[in-house]
Structures are given as C-alpha cells and as structure tokens.
T-cell receptor, first 116, second 117 residues
C-alpha cells in the first residue's frame, strides 16, 4: 500500500486565489512527521512546511498552511494568494518514527499551474 | 553559503562506464541520504548514512556503492552504467534528534541529472 497518496496529478489556480493540494498518508507509527516540498522547473527541492504528529496546531509558514486532520490521515497544503512563481511540482512526504534520521517517503506529486 | 552541494550538476555518459557523484554538507548534520528521482518525478530513497555508517540500503543494484569518508561527505559511485540509471540523483542531510522541529527538516542538494546514452 502507498504510504503517501497525492490524488491530484495536476491543478490549476488563478493568480491571487487560494489552492489546496491534497495528501493522505498511511502509517501505524504514532510518531511521524509530514513535509511539503516544492520543486520548480529549475529542479531544486525547496522545503515549505512541516507538521509533527503530536503537534496540536496546524503548521503555518507565510502563505503556506497545513490542514492536518489526524483521524482522517490527511495533511493538505493550502497556498493562499497564489503567485505565478508558485507554479511547480509539490511533494508531500512522511518520516515515520520519532527520530530525525529516517528517510522521507514521498508521494507522486502534484503539478500546480498558476494562471494570470 | 551552500548548505548541501553536489557535483557535477549534469553528467552525460555512455552505457557501461563508471561514474561518481559527490555530495558535501556544511550543516553539521549527522545523517546523509541519496534519493533517486525518475523520469515520472517519483522520489525514492536509495541509501542513508548516519555518522559515516550505512543504516539504510534499499533494493538498489550493487552497481551502486555509496561511500562516506566523513560525516560531511557522502559520495555515490555507479559501476557499469545502464540506460535505466538515467535520473536525477539528490543528496540530502538531516540532524538526528527526537521530535524537535529544528531537527526534522531534510535539506536537499541541487540534484545531479545523470543521462546514460
């Protein structure tokens, strides 16, 4: 079974609008971390936001917020006020276990296109 | 000040050749990783090293051999390159630790695009 599922291969959003990128995960470990990375066409992996399984509040970083619904095992990324520069691939990833030295398991990604 | 650097950025080579990709991190992290991103953009872990010791080796052909001379460096050597090895290879690092946000982020290098002809 896939550990990270991103069901939207591609998304379009109008500039200045908000967009939600979906991510569901599967783990039996009570301690885990969820990450979102952005990969623009230039290819680098840019860390956006992190949510720990024990965090009580949803993570926010500037225009990015993570809608964490633990019971539903979902960790959707919300981008507010989309900009043209947000056009990129977005990856949801999970680290299982409490330690920071565990590799990430990635979803297949969502390609976001922001339209002027 | 580059946190995780990789060389080369692009590598074009013939089938059957042997090549290496170098990775260095200046973050003082304990753990380093190699990920492979295939043509469909899927990222998958290949190896991870913690304090120079191999801790994870996914089902990767033994033509791939990682080497960590010290905890700041993790190089990837590939023997007898095949067409299917064409991909982008990312090095990453993170700090070992328990449930501390600052210890959890994985920093990625810029990637090395390997093309095997």
């Amino acid at each position: 079974a896939q550990k990270i599922t991103q069901t939207q291969p591609g998304m379009f959003v109008q500039e200045k609008e908000a967009v939600t990128l979906d991510c569901t995960y599967d783990t039996s470990d009570p301690s885990y971390g969820l990450f979102w990375y952005k990969q623009p066409s230039s290819g680098e992996m840019i860390f956006l936001i992190y949510q720990g399984s024990y965090d009580q509040q949803n993570a926010t970083e500037g225009r990015y917020s993570l809608n964490f619904q633990k019971a539903r095992k979902s960790a959707n990324l919300v981008i507010s006020a989309s900009q043209l520069g947000d056009s990129a691939m977005y990856f949801c990833a999970m680290r299982e276990g409490p330690r920071g030295n565990t590799p990430l398991v990635f979803g297949k990604g969502t390609r976001l296109s922001v339209i002027a | 000040d580059t946190a995780v650097s990789q060389t080369p950025k692009y590598l074009v080579t013939q089938m059957g050749n042997d090549k290496s990709i170098k990775c260095e991190q200046n973050l003082g992290h304990d753990t380093m990783y190699w990920y492979k991103q295939d043509s469909k953009k899927f990222l998958k872990i290949m190896f991870s090293y913690n304090n120079k010791e191999l801790i994870i080796n996914e089902t990767v052909p033994n033509r791939f051999s990682p080497k960590s001379p010290d905890k700041a460096h993790l190089n990837l050597h590939i023997n007898s390159l095949e067409l299917g090895d064409s991909a982008v290879y990312f090095c990453a690092s993170s700090q070992d630790g328990y449930r501390d946000r600052s210890n959890n982020e994985q920093f990625f290098g810029p990637g090395t695009r390997l093309t095997v002809l």
